[in-house]
């Protein structure tokens, strides 16, 4: 069986970048000639989402495979209520709403406001119930606690420990297909052979999920895969270190072929560091701003940290130094090193 393996998508409008990447989801389940899609929690951004039904079974009419949707915390209020998604989508709205077809089994782990050792209680109700002789797949949205967060990695969730569960939790079944987690596509060994998948976004929310998203499609008995979606909206992180030899012209040239590197329907995030000379470059700090500003509107003020060289060369430190090695006997190559380590010294400590 091939299967997509989404989540958090967090529709919201008809015709924004999220209902745009549902589409383009569906059509690559159509290219790929997927069995199911499993949309693995908040489909719906929020209940006043339900006013979008009637478009999504239109959008669902197209689509040549089964969607089973597990409700997240997002939406399992509008999903409770149980609302017509079109013939081909099944609602998993509880642990006993098993869904066969075949030999895979898709066990439902909904939304709950529980505990930990709740969370055991249903995971293992559902390990019970598995068969030896199928495929057995948990479908689960919440917290892995075996993993770092980060601020973001739960797109705009203020709260993120919730439905918090163990690694250890899901062992015995062959795959474990989650949502809730946005940043990035996660994967992690299940014992004894099995998999736990978070997809990741697959159209960024926030500001936080940075990079192209993706989709876990994969074929039952093999290991999941990360599948791009550089069509849908996402952020792209786009660096630039500036130092003491940067010039003006292929400074401008450098930005502009960097962003023609940016993949897809991205809007990018810039983040200007290093130091520059404001004598070679020939502008100050708010000219130097406000050129780059001119090739990269996206460019905010709190994402400009370069600074100027001069604030090193005049340091006292810096150049204190630099009158002691006059009266040392270094081989020139040698004492070029030296002040080089102490420049590189003295940027840290002033970052």
Not at 91 to 112: A, G, M, R, W
Not at 124 to 132: I, L, N, T
Request: proline share 4%; charged share 25%; hydrophobic share 40%.
């Amino acid at each position: 069986m091939k299967i997509l393996h989404t989540a958090d998508i967090h529709l919201r409008e008809l015709g924004d970048e999220r209902w745009k990447a549902l589409e383009n989801i569906i059509n690559k389940g159509n290219a790929e000639k997927i069995d199911i899609m499993v949309i693995a929690g908040d489909f719906f951004d929020s209940s006043s989402s339900g006013a979008l039904r009637d478009n999504v079974r239109k959008l669902f009419a197209e689509a040549k495979f089964e969607t089973l949707v597990l409700p997240g915390n997002h939406d399992a209020a509008i999903l409770n209520e149980n609302i017509f998604l079109g013939e081909n989508v099944k609602q998993l709205l509880t642990c006993d709403n098993v869904y066969e077809k075949d030999d895979v089994v898709f066990y439902p782990i909904p939304f709950s406001a529980v505990s930990e050792s709740a969370v055991f209680d249903l995971i293992s109700s559902a390990r019970r119930q598995s068969d030896e002789q199928k495929t057995n797949i948990l479908l689960f949205h919440g917290t892995l606690k075996d993993i770092y967060y980060r601020s973001g990695s739960y797109g705009e969730e203020s709260d993120s420990d919730y439905m918090p569960a163990s690694l250890s939790f899901f062992e015995g079944f062959d795959y474990v297909l989650a949502g809730h987690f946005h940043s990035k596509f996660h994967i992690q060994k299940v014992a004894p052979a099995g998999y736990f998948v978070y997809p990741g976004s697959p159209v960024a929310v926030s500001r936080k999920e940075v990079g192209v998203r993706k989709v876990n499609i994969f074929n039952t008995g093999a290991a999941p895969q990360e599948t791009e979606l550089p069509e849908n909206f996402h952020y792209a992180s786009m660096p630039i270190m500036l130092d003491a030899e940067t010039e003006l012209d292929p400074l401008l040239s450098y930005i502009s072929e960097g962003k023609k590197k940016i993949a897809g329907n991205a809007e990018i995030i810039p983040i200007v560091k290093g130091y520059y000379n404001k004598e070679r470059i020939g502008l100050d700090e708010a000219q130097l701003f406000e050129k780059i500003k001119e090739q990269l509107p996206e460019l905010t003020q709190d994402k400009f940290e370069a600074k100027d060289v001069s604030i090193i060369l005049e340091d006292s430190i810096y150049a204190g130094f630099l009158e002691k090695m006059k009266d040392t006997q270094l081989p020139a190559a040698d004492a070029e090193l030296v002040k080089q380590m102490l420049f590189e010294g003295i940027k840290g400590v002033l970052k």
